[in-house]
């Protein structure tokens, strides 16, 4: 009895199931993404940038940011160890990759190194709505510059970039600042010294919460706290910087946002006089603001913004970000900007770890996934599927051969065509799966049309306007609409004629 209830036991089928944070993407969504990529690589290589491909995969200490943890490097990446027992790790970003590669073809590259690349990057983080484990970035980064001039060019690329995607100018802005600036407040506010590292970073914190909080609500972070509520017991509490009142009029007087940059630079050389960094970092700013400027970019391109902080740690110079100023809603019908779609600046130490030399650089970033998200939301990209290949119909099985030269004809043509390879029986079948296919034709040829030496073209991108009109099954009958009869020999020609009529692209 046990050996039969074995014997009936059925195998258990494996379920099909999507890692989460991750998103498997159909064709419309790649040729969105495909037609953002080449728009970005046509600006990138005006700009003289050249290509450039690492692998997904960097020995882990080469990332730079994270160390092992316990047994296993697993923090914020994803690792494995290798047969010789050296840990591995999928890249975090760009970046980190692109300085291994700078480092271990120094002697060979030019310099400065003008760079793109794009590709997926890969975060071992906690998934929700809009953030994936894998995404993909679009690079660009000049290697072995050190002056302003390198940071300015970035800038007037990510504003031309978001103009060649079709974001009106007004609607986006790139928004510059400087690590130096923020170290100088720090030291000016006698925040210096590895045992005050924790009350920094919460300042850095607060001042990055300037674009949606007002001043007053900031000055609690910077201070003794902030009540998520607004009022002492209401909500969650975030704990403040505890900086005096006069230390927290200093970074919000270098921090306040202003429409003139020149303003920004006055404010920040006031209050940071005595700090050598602040008045480096204050030199450059003013240095990027005049050859924008001198470009022709105006503050409604790109503008200094005090408020900008940037989260990686290894920059040390100028950052940027570039910011949507189109609005959505959130969940609850209230309107909210989509905010940064992309964002850089000076790495100046990245490259220097493999060199034990200084070696300056900056780059750029764009989260082509993000974006590609916010110009559907925005109506600025196409998300309909292109149209499929023309399909041959197979109507007499044992003339497979004649079907499929007509197939090798149009594709000699460079007209996307295929033979329908399922099973032939039920023409109706056919004509559902070129439809399913967003075929803009199918062709037929029966015994009858083959022995007068033609084919019939059934246009069905007309077929279904004119679907859509005719009321009766009579009427559809009576018109058989968008299908006509052609000589063999015209077939290319008559097929070319279709795709022209609804403008889809054939070779």
């Known amino acids: 009895m046990p050996a039969m209830a074995e014997k009936s036991k059925k195998p258990q089928k494996l379920k099909a199931r999507l890692p989460r944070g991750l998103e498997d993407r159909g064709p419309a969504a790649i040729n969105a993404t495909r037609a953002m990529v080449e728009k970005i690589r046509a600006v990138y290589e005006l700009y003289g940038f050249e290509p450039v491909e690492t692998p997904a995969m960097e020995y882990t200490d080469a990332l730079g940011k994270f160390l092992p943890d316990q047994d296993r490097p697993n923090e914020g990446v994803f690792s494995f160890q290798d047969d010789d027992e050296q840990w591995i790790s999928l890249r975090y970003d760009l970046t980190a990759p692109l300085a291994r590669y700078v480092a271990e073809n120094f002697d060979a590259l ?162 940071l006089a005595k700090s050598e960094v602040g008045q480096a970092g204050v030199s450059e700013l003013e240095e990027i603001a005049k050859l924008v400027a001198a470009s022709g970019y105006g503050s409604d391109r790109i503008r200094i913004d005090p408020t900008v902080v940037r989260g990686l740690e290894y920059y040390t110079g100028p950052v940027y970000e570039v910011e949507l100023l189109l609005d959505t809603k959130d969940e609850k019908g209230r309107p909210v900007r989509f905010g940064s779609v992309g964002g850089g600046g000076r790495y100046d130490g990245l490259v220097s770890r493999f060199r034990g030399e200084p070696v300056p650089a900056t780059g750029f970033s764009i989260g082509v996934s993000r974006l590609q998200a916010a110009l559907t939301m925005f109506g600025q990209l196409d998300t309909q ?123």
């Open 110 to 271: 030019p310099k400065p190194y003008r760079s793109y690349r794009f590709g997926y990057v890969f975060r071992n983080e906690k998934p929700g709505p809009g953030r994936f484990r894998q995404f993909m970035q679009f690079d660009a980064d000049t290697v072995g510059s050190a002056t302003p001039a390198a940071d300015a060019e970035i800038c007037m690329m990510a504003a031309d970039t978001m103009e060649a995607l079709g974001i009106p100018r007004g609607s986006y802005v790139v928004k510059v600042n400087n690590r130096k600036v923020l170290d100088g407040v720090l030291e000016a506010i006698g925040l210096g010294g590895e045992e005050n590292a924790g009350r920094r970073l919460t300042v850095l914190r607060a001042i990055d919460k300037l674009d949606k909080f007002p001043a007053d609500e900031v000055r609690k972070l910077l201070g003794p706290g902030r009540w998520d509520g607004g009022e002492e017991g209401k909500g969650d509490f975030t704990k403040g910087a505890e900086l005096s009142p006069a230390d927290a009029d200093i970074v919000l007087a270098v921090t306040q946002q202003r429409d003139d940059w020149k303003q920004a630079i006055a404010a920040a050389e006031t209050y």
């Open 385 to 507: 599927a292109e149209f499929g290949p023309v399909v041959v119909t197979v109507f007499d099985r044992d003339r497979v051969a004649d079907y499929q030269k007509m197939v090798a004809q149009l594709r000699q043509a460079g007209i996307r065509a295929e033979l329908y390879l399922g099973n032939p029986k039920n023409m109706g079948n056919q004509l559902k799966y070129a439809d399913r296919r967003n075929s803009p034709c199918v062709i037929i040829q029966g015994s009858d049309e083959k022995a007068r030496g033609e084919v019939q073209v059934k246009d069905l991108i007309e077929g279904a306007k004119a679907a859509a009109a005719i009321a009766s099954n009579q009427e559809w009958r009576e018109t058989r609409p968008a299908q006509f009869s052609c000589a063999e020999a015209d077939l290319v020609a008559k097929v070319r004629e279709v795709l022209a009529r609804h403008d889809v692209a054939w070779g």
